[in-house]
């Protein structure tokens, strides 16, 4: 089955740092979405990218879906941004999710 | 804004017994989901759901699992008989379909002792 893999798997920034977190999958999908689980564990829609290039606030997304990767971009973090940040790709009928990348904004 | 809700946010139970978590998605979605996230690890597709019947399950979803949308509001997930393993959070989500994005609940958070 298709592979959804993120890196880092884990990230320390301080605050007012840039980052950027990869997914890449293994095969075609018909589309990305981007999540954040934050601390208390809910789930928040942040894109849905199958391709191109989106940005809301600080957050921006890009996936290229030939190459088979999308890149979540984050501006000037602020301790909120705190969490756990998915990639899910959809296959037919069937989400798969990568591990995810944890950060951790420290003030 | 619309929002997918389930209930209960907690539930404690024993090992054998059966539990039915609830989810009311968006109101004008057709596309339902249940994923499950074991303490610590990634989010599990369970199965998807259209027009009253499965449209695709993981190999999770065995035969102690089933998926019910009893009414024109609510979806529920029923574990026929729990194992320590299915200790988790599950979360419902829904989509509407003219859009691909899938909106999640806030999780039901399942122990079994």
């Known amino acids: 089955g298709i592979q959804v893999e993120q890196s880092p798997p884990d990230l320390i920034l301080q605050e007012g740092a840039n980052s950027t977190l990869r997914c890449n999958f293994s095969?075609?999908?018909?589309?990305l979405q981007w999540f954040h689980q934050n601390p208390w564990g809910q789930l928040i829609n942040l894109f849905y990218?199958?391709?191109g290039t989106k940005q809301n606030g600080r957050l921006s997304a890009t996936t290229v879906a030939t190459e088979r990767y999308s890149l979540l971009y984050i501006s000037s973090s602020q301790t909120t941004d705190s969490g756990v940040y998915f990639c899910?790709?959809?296959?037919?009928?069937?989400?798969?999710f990568g591990a995810g990348t944890r950060l951790f904004v420290k003030a | 804004e619309p929002e997918v809700t389930q209930t209960p946010s907690h539930q404690v139970t024993q090992m054998g017994q059966e539990v039915i978590l609830r989810c009311v998605p968006i109101?004008?979605?057709?596309?339902f989901y249940w994923y499950r996230q074991i303490l610590g690890q990634k989010v599990e597709f369970l199965v998807s759901?259209?027009?009253?019947?499965?449209?695709?399950k993981s190999e999770i979803f065995d035969d102690q699992f089933s998926v019910e949308r009893p009414d024109g509001s609510n979806f529920t997930l029923k574990i026929r008989s729990t194992k320590l393993e299915d200790s988790a959070m599950y979360f419902c989500?829904?989509?509407?379909?003219?859009?691909?994005?899938?909106?999640f609940g806030p999780g039901t958070r399942l122990l079994v002792l």
């Open positions: 759901f259209y027009n009253n019947e499965i449209s695709e």
């Open positions: 990218i199958p391709s």
């Open positions: 109101s004008n979605h057709l596309y």
């Open positions: 899910a790709v959809l296959v037919g009928f069937k989400t798969i």
């Open positions: 095969d075609s999908v018909n589309n």
């Open positions: 989500a829904s989509r509407s379909g003219g859009s691909e994005t899938q909106y």
